[in-house]
C-alpha cells in the first residue's frame, strides 16, 4: 500500500517520472499493458515511499511483479 501522506519535491517528482519512462521504454509491446503501467508507476511510488531515490534501485522496483500481455 502506498503512504497517503508523503510530499515530494518537483525534482523528486521528474526523478520518478523518468524511472517510469525507462522502465516503459525497457517493455515489449506485449507488456505495455494499463494493467503494467499502473503496476509500475505503483511500484516506483511504493519504493519511493521507503526513501529510496536511487534511480538503479527505483527501476529495479519498478519492473517487479510484471505480468504478461
Known sequence: MIAQDVAYSPEELAGF??????????????????????QIAQNVLACAATGERDPVELGQAALASLEAG
Open 17 to 38: 517520472k523518468a524511472v517510469f519512462d525507462d522502465a516503459l521504454a525497457s517493455l515489449s509491446p506485449l507488456m505495455l499493458t494499463t494493467g503494467n503501467r499502473l
